[in-house]
């Protein structure tokens, strides 16, 4: 069974900066493509950025030079650091692995002074 469990969510200020995680437990992790979705409310689940099996990342222009995508595959992880956060970062993040596909229960980021 795949389990997928993000973390690092939390209330930062504008401009501050949050790292998060996202581990799977999951067998032939390298073989999976990786993303991070958000979700505002009142708003359908965007593409924030993702990670292809072979480490080429992508991003959605609204994050696209502030936020940066990376996996680990000896620790079937992925990370998002993002850095000079907004309020309209605010959203619910969630991890995605490719094909499946396969979510996580997602982590809260607010952003707000």
């Known amino acids: 069974q795949v389990q997928v469990v993000e973390s690092g969510g939390g209330l930062v200020q504008p401009g501050g900066s949050l790292k998060l995680t996202c581990a799977a437990s999951v067998s032939g992790f390298t073989v999976y493509d990786m993303g991070w979705y958000r979700q505002a409310p009142g708003q359908e689940r965007e593409l924030v950025a993702s990670?292809?099996?072979?480490?080429?990342?992508n991003y959605a222009r609204s994050v696209k030079d502030r936020f940066t995508i990376s996996r680990d595959n000896a620790k079937n992880t992925i990370y998002l650091q993002m850095n000079s956060l907004k309020p309209e970062d605010t959203a619910i993040y969630y991890c995605k692995l490719d094909p499946g596909p396969y979510w996580g229960q997602g982590t809260q980021v607010t952003i707000s002074s």
């Open positions: 990670i292809t099996r072979s480490g080429n990342p």
